[in-house]
């Protein structure tokens, strides 16, 4: 016999403890359809947990046709399954004494059609910057009087970028060239969350940072008064394997920094790969990991997280990643302004970081389909990351607005 309880907007499914694997047909059919009425009871404005007690003796696999995203609350993580929902022994789900264990249903995006009732929801916007408010150097149509509108309605702007290669008022000087009237305090570059994170955990001055990167992450280090060394300059050094070769490395490292860098080689990998390894307590960081990055408007380029791979793969270590999806540019931004985080929308091109940056805040999200997510991608199977909301460009705000009004 199954116990359906509800909870709105949660709901229990509990497996009997029995001392055999279950595999009555019967059982399982029952199973299935109370599943089923569970998730089609649910509505698609609400997450929906659904608990099973699995008995601790025996595996409980039973897979069910569902038409939903499935996120393991536990870790934080969403695991694709729109069409089968599977729970097996081997599972990583957190338990607790009971054997339980929760998954929650994350809500399919919906499309923007009212952006007045957007606006009105919350305080404050993050942008990010590349694919949201430029592709390469140029400025997506509708950009400036999006942000005029947004202004004019007392919004408070925060532009984040998980781009290291320029410090925050090398990106003020962009936005400038772009026509744009963005101040250097609003922009939070992942270069200058690298430094910000150093300052963060009283990192010793007397300590040098490795920079794997280029010139944003040493002019915001600079600007923070650490030592560093590395960066675009060791571009053009080269390693000669000699037999009997030994290659040294200053031994006060105590950090490697680690963002996109095109002009990465053998030799920044072999030398923060010595920094990290040999040197008691040095930190791995890394600016983000990025898969690819906008570099032109033509295609779409390999990102710094093929750098960050590099260092992982060769250190065998897991680097502390300061920009999106991590929450400390999040928990810096809301504690430097004041900032509610139920107050915020966070508004990107990416889902692995933009979007679940916004989600791990705990903030509204909205995906635009002007840079690297195509509504293919969003809308597939093997997607479990899902905005609140999604539209073309940030400049449907005005052409939504005119339409509600």
Known sequence: MFDLS??????????????????????????????????????????????????????WHQSIPVNYRVCD???????SNSAIFKWKRKSNTKRNSSGMGTFTTRALAQPLRNADELIDSVETFIFDCDGVIWKGDKLIGGVPETLDMLRSKGKRLVFVTNNSTKSRKQYGKKFESLGLNVSEEEIF??????????????????????????????????????????????????IELK???LMEHDENVGAVVVG?????????IQYGTLCIRENPGCLFIATNRDAVTHLTDAQEWAGGGSMVGAISGSTQREPIVVGKPS???????ANEFGISKSQICMVGDRLDTDILFGQNGGC???????????????????????????????????SLNAAAV
């Not at 040098?208 to 960066?231: F, N, S």
């Not at 969003?378 to 940030?394: E, R």
């Open 327 to 333: 929450t400390f540019m999040m928990d810096y931004l």
């Open 189 to 238: 570059a992942s270069s200058f969350a690298a430094a910000a994170y150093l300052k963060s955990i009283d990192f010793p001055k007397d300590k040098k940072v490795y920079v794997i990167g280029e010139d944003g992450i040493l002019k915001e280090l600079e600007l923070a008064g650490y030592q560093y060394l590395g960066g675009p300059e060791d571009g053009g050094k080269k």
């Open 243 to 245: 037999p009997g070769f």
């Open 364 to 398: 509204k999200t909205l995906l635009v389909l002007s840079g690297v997510t195509t509504l293919p991608m969003l809308q597939s199977p093997n997607n479990a990351i899902q905005p609140d909301f999604y539209t073309n460009k940030i400049s449907d705000f005005l």
């Open 260 to 268: 996109f860098d095109r002009y990465f080689n053998y030799y920044k």
């Open 73 to 79: 609350a536990s870790r934080n993580t969403l695991s």
């Open 6 to 59: 509800t909870i709105s907007p949660s709901y229990h499914m509990l497996h009997p403890c029995t001392h055999h694997t279950n595999n009555n047909p019967k059982k399982k059919k029952q199973k299935t359809a109370i599943l089923k009425e569970m998730l089609r009871s649910s509505t698609l404005t609400q997450s929906v947990t659904v608990t099973c007690v699995r008995h601790s003796h025996r595996q």
